[in-house]
């Protein structure tokens, strides 16, 4: 009893919840949190807390006030406001507080603050960027990450609504799950003292964990052998890559959802990625509708300065209703690689990277191609050269092909990346001898295959491209909120 009067009275109202329930506190008075966003003719406050990209409109009777606390309102102050809430007069919100008392929190130093992205114009996303500490403020970063913590919550709701378990997998690992040596690594050496062996080698031996180790470029080895004793698991956290690569689609640290299922071939693996996609897209049309809206109009603004060939076909929120209508299209990297070479395009030479024979990877131009141009809908490209992809694949009969699938995305790219997964233990052995992975660092990873081994599948996507196509924005750096790219570790 003590907890619920307790709780009563601490409990604060969002500026969401006051805008959507206003028939409850309607003439009554009510007191808000929040930041000013401008202050106009002496009189209007805009106020947004953050829990909603609809701003709350309060009104001022200046003669009311002190000339100080006036002085003090302004783009920034964050206020505390009692007032009476009644039915506003203005077109564009239902309700509108009238100002009893008018608390300042936190003064704005305006000098500093006109240095910052919060004086009150438009910025440059680049600009932005280099205060990321203060985008959350702004209505575009405020959407952006509700979206993407509306795009989080529907991960977990998926699986769980399909029985798999959340596990979560090491960040520092002696793993390298990818075989592609793109790792931090990791140690708690002195860096100006290393401890070396009697042939001049780093001794590991001496390090904290005593052996080499890295931060994860991904979890699924640790969460196959999860799959092997529960069935449906699914991991979701921070991995890392110490690729260079400076593009709009690439970070140091990116977060994964990383499913893996046993039971699951290569085709049950492709419906699962295509469904979960389509759950979180719709998740996202149905629950974040104010957050889309304002994305969708700057995603048509975006669209007006560019040249008619790269404007986007769809405005935003129609793109992602697209995508879930229609079966995304399967194709066979065979296939794929006859279209790209025979394409209009190859042939002209307009590729970067042509395409000349079976067994080449794929760069993005080719991917974009694919799904932009060809298809014009979400690719699914499975069974690539087993040289190009990773030593846990399973090996098809063809003895050249992996299980491996990809899906494409328009504007993206590979969205996601997986495969069903080797499970024989010889050829399994046999392929990490010819791709050159330590079978002795994986003794735990081959167990899998040696007690009740079974066939099973997963993938990998990476969230921030999905973050990335379903608000609309361009470069991978403007959807998390600190970036780690080359060189930028500055937050
Ligand atoms: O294709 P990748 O490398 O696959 C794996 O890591 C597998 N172990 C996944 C699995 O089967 N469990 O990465 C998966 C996805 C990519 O499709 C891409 O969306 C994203 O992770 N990704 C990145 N995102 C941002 N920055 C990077 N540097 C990324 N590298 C991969
Ligand atoms: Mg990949």
Redesign the pocket.
């Known amino acids: 009893f003590y907890i619920k009067i307790y709780s009563q009275q601490m409990k604060k109202q969002t500026i969401k919840e006051i805008l959507q329930d206003y028939k409850k506190v309607l003439h009554h008075d009510i007191t808000v949190y929040g930041w000013v966003r401008t202050f106009r003719a002496n009189r209007f406050i805009a106020l947004n807390d953050g829990s909603t990209i609809n701003n709350l409109q309060i009104v001022v009777d200046f003669e009311n006030f002190d000339e100080e606390i006036i002085s003090k309102i302004s783009t920034a102050s964050s206020l505390k406001i009692v007032g009476e809430v009644v039915e506003s007069q203005g077109a564009g919100q239902a309700v509108e507080i009238v100002a009893k008392k008018i608390i300042i929190l936190g003064d704005n130093f305006t000098e500093e603050r006109d240095k910052t992205i919060l004086q009150p114009k438009k910025h440059s996303l680049e600009t932005l960027r280099d205060q990321a500490h203060l985008r959350f403020r702004t209505n575009l970063f405020g959407a952006v990450f509700r979206v993407r913590h509306a795009v989080s919550f529907a991960v977990h709701s998926f699986f769980n609504k399909n029985q798999f378990f959340y596990i979560n997998t090491p960040v520092i690992t002696g793993a390298d ?2 075989g592609a040596g793109e790792m931090f690594g990791v140690t708690n050496f002195d860096l100006n003292n290393i401890p070396r062996d009697e042939q001049g080698d780093i001794d590991f031996a001496q390090d904290f964990f005593g052996k080499k180790t890295n931060l994860t ?4 080895l640790e ?1 196959e052998t999860a799959a092997m004793g529960l069935g449906r698991i699914y991991t979701f956290g921070p ?1 890392f ?1 110490a ?1 260079n ?1 400076n593009t709009t ?4 640290e ?1 977060w ?1 959802v ?3 299922v046993a039971f699951n071939n290569l085709e049950d693996n492709i419906d699962l990625a295509e469904d979960f996609l389509k759950y979180v897209i719709q998740y996202v049309l149905d629950n974040c509708k104010d957050d889309l809206d304002f994305l969708d109009k700057r995603f048509a603004e975006e669209q007006k300065g560019k040249a008619e060939k790269d404007r986007a076909k769809e405005g935003l929120i129609e793109k992602l209703q697209n995508v879930i209508a229609k079966r995304f299209k399967r194709v066979s990297y065979t296939e794929a690689i006859e279209i790209l070479m025979n394409s209009k395009e190859n042939k002209k030479g307009k590729f970067q990277y042509p395409v000349e024979n079976w067994g080449t990877d794929l760069q993005s131009e080719h991917e974009r191609f694919l799904v932009e141009k060809h298809f014009e809908c979400p690719v699914v490209l499975f069974d690539y050269p087993k040289e190009i992809k ?1 030593f846990y694949m399973k090996l098809n009969d063809d003895n050249k092909t992996v299980a491996a699938m ?2 494409l995305f328009p504007g993206i790219g ?6 069903e997964r080797e499970a024989r233990l010889d050829v399994l052995k046999q392929k990490m001898a010819e791709m050159h992975v330590d079978e002795h660092e994986l003794w735990w990873y081959l167990d899998t295959r040696k007690f009740g081994s079974v066939p099973h599948a ?5 969230l ?2 999905l973050v990335l196509f379903v608000t609309g924005m361009t470069n ?1 750096r403007d959807v998390i909120p600190f970036p780690r790219t080359p060189k930028n570790a500055e937050f």
């Open positions: 799950a990818e470029v991904s979890g699924q969460g991995t890559r690729e690569s689609r690439h970070l140091a990116f994964m990383e499913p893996e990773a990809d899906v590979e969205i996601i990346g997986g495969s997963g993938f990998g996507l990476g921030e491209r991978i």
